[in-house]
């Protein structure tokens, strides 16, 4: 069973059957990452593009990983040594890249809803590596998938993401994600980095990090996007670590098997302490991991390959 569209831009628009197939095609994908030879003939012939007009080390990689696992070819343009220098408009770079062959466009851009308008204008699939304050799709796909894979199941789980709310298109991405597929989402932060639509999304809010926390299925923490903010949202990086930080005394008050997560880059004694980091219930490198598995099933599902992937 294909995607129904032919683009990624968001899990707003996917329904939970097809969040479903991502994640069931990514668990024999996972398979093929566990192999001496991590490379399988089902793309071949066919072209990735990764256009990113923001800085990117996990999604990038990983989606040239997976195309690349895949037998397809993949081309990187960034921003800053593209033709964009020169003037050109983010429609004219895309149907450059359509017309040379490229069947799939992973674009990161600064502004909400760019991959919305590009996926209006050109055939190729378009994949959103993150827009904005919008959505970053993959990653919240990737983070359900990690934590169906050591619990058995999204549904009837407590799961607590804590940090900056407002500017996160990760937030977004997994509170709408979790809650179609039967999570209960508490988010909690400052109040300054709360938006005000998060009950709309079906999120709770706290502005104490504590009540968040208990009795949690799994705790996700995320960065402060300081290259987004206006000074004064919060005092300073100390205070906020010392009033949301995720350490060892907090992440007791969730449940003994819970999950620690964090979608990275990860700002070590602020967001979180590198004890818990580095501990037990810690699944932030496993989540890099099934990142390249997951979008090894995206480029699958989109190109419509064909086979086992075997």
Do not use: W
Not at 6 to 28: C, F, H, N, Q
């Amino acid at each position: 069973m294909p995607l129904k569209s032919k683009d990624v831009l968001g899990l707003k628009e996917m329904e939970p059957s097809e969040i479903e197939l991502v994640l069931d095609t990514a668990a024999s994908m996972r398979d093929i990452l566990g192999r001496t030879i991590k490379k399988v003939p089902t793309l071949r012939g066919r072209t990735v593009v990764t256009l990113f007009y923001e800085a990117s080390t996990r999604t990038r990689a990983s989606f040239e990983l997976a195309a690349k696992y895949l037998s397809a070819d993949t081309i990187s343009v960034t921003a800053a040594t593209s033709s964009v220098q020169k003037g050109e408009t983010l429609k004219d770079t895309a149907r450059t890249l359509e017309v040379m062959g490229a069947d799939v466009v992973v674009m990161r851009h600064p502004a909400s809803g760019a991959c919305h308008f590009l996926a209006s204008r050109v055939r190729a699939s378009v994949v959103n590596g993150g827009d904005g304050t919008h959505e970053h799709p993959t990653q919240a796909l990737l983070d359900m998938f990690t934590i169906r894979r050591h619990k058995g199941r999204l549904k009837g789980l407590v799961v607590a993401i804590v940090g900056d709310i407002y500017h996160s298109r990760v937030a977004r991405s997994n509170i709408i994600g979790l809650v179609k597929m039967g999570a209960e989402v508490r988010v909690a932060g400052p109040a300054t980095l709360l938006p005000p639509c998060l009950e709309e999304l079906g999120a709770r809010a706290y502005s104490r990090v504590e009540p968040a926390l208990e009795g949690a299925d799994v705790v996700m923490a995320l960065r402060l996007q300081l290259e987004r903010q206006q000074r004064g949202l919060f005092p300073s990086t100390r205070e906020y670590a010392r009033l949301y930080g995720i350490d060892r005394n907090r992440l007791s008050l969730a449940r003994p098997d819970a999950l620690l997560m964090h979608p990275g880059p990860m700002n070590r004694g602020v967001e979180v302490c590198s004890y818990v980091a580095d501990g037990p219930a810690s699944v932030i490198e496993e989540q890099v991991t099934n990142g390249v598995a997951v979008r090894m099933a995206l480029l699958y599902l989109l190109l419509g390959g064909g086979g086992d992937g075997s």
